[in-house]
Every structure is written in C-alpha cells, then in structure tokens.
C-alpha cells in the first residue's frame, strides 16, 4: 500500500511511538473492509503517517483534506475542555453524506483520524482499532469508559 508521503510531518515520536510503530497499525487498519483512510495526526494538524486503503481514491483535494485534519485536532482539544466534568473524550464520530469520519484521541496530544464507509459499523471498528492500538503499547486509555468486551482480539497484534 502507497502512503501519500507528500502530506506526511518528518518529525520522530517519542518511544513507544515511533513512526514505523504507527506506519504498520496504519496500514493494518487499512487492510479492513469499509475502511477508507487511517492516519495519525499531531497537535498542529499535520499527518505523521498513515494514508489511504488501497485502490481508495480521495473524495477531496489535498488542502480541504489539510484543513479537515487541522479541524479535527480543534474539536478534540475544544471538547478536552470538559473533561474534568464530563469524562474524557473516548472518539468522536462525524457522519457526512459520503463518509464518516472517526477520531480517535492518543497519548501527547496525538489524534487517530479515519475516514470509513457511510454504513460501516462505527462502534465496531472504533472498539478494534482501540484494542490494536492499546495491545501493542500506544493506546493508553485515560478512561475504561468505552468498553472492549472480554476478548476483542480482532486484529493482528504487531510488535
């Protein structure tokens, strides 16, 4: 799969998340139907890796698509200003006409950005890529709020 490499940030993560880390859990969410795009984003909006699924062609061009992960990352931190009082944020769903858009909140200040089909299983695939992400030592979840069941073991661990 072909990471579109032209949007990418070169700055390195501080271990455990280092960027091949992150390229591969990327890539292996890809792997799953109904998954349009899977990228990790950092505090300024910009993509650190990640692309689109293969054979996927973008529904918008690639400053609208800079724009959205810029916005992405404010409505995150807006919503982080009630945590104190509501809980933290576990991810935040947006449906479009042509898609929906999951985000998914990490360690430093971080963002998991997808794109998924409009009638894809939200709930399902958020539950996934958080017990991939949380399996292999990148995902550490402020709040046990979003339940994973007993054994959601649904995807390869990558180590």
Do not use: W
């Not at 795009?37 to 692309?51: D, E, K, Y």
């Amino acid at each position: 799969m072909k990471i579109d490499e032209s949007s990418q940030c070169k700055e390195d993560l501080k271990i455990p998340l280092t960027n091949e880390g992150l390229r591969i859990l990327c890539h292996r969410i890809c792997d799953e139907p109904k998954i349009r795009f899977c990228s990790v984003i950092n505090s300024l909006g910009r993509i650190v890796t990640g692309g689109f699924s293969k054979g996927i062609k973008p529904l918008d061009s690639e400053d609208l698509r800079q724009m959205l992960y810029i916005q992405s990352t404010l409505e995150l931190s807006m919503k982080g200003e009630f945590d104190d009082t509501l809980g933290n944020v576990n991810f935040i769903t947006t449906y479009r006409d042509n898609t929906a858009i999951i985000t998914i909140p990490m360690t430093q200040n971080y963002l998991l950005l997808m794109s998924v089909e409009r009638n894809a299983q939200i709930e399902q695939i958020v539950k996934k890529t958080i017990s991939l992400f949380e399996s292999n030592g990148i995902l550490d979840r402020k709040s046990k709020s979003t339940s994973l069941g007993d054994n959601p073991n649904y995807f390869l661990n990558v180590h």
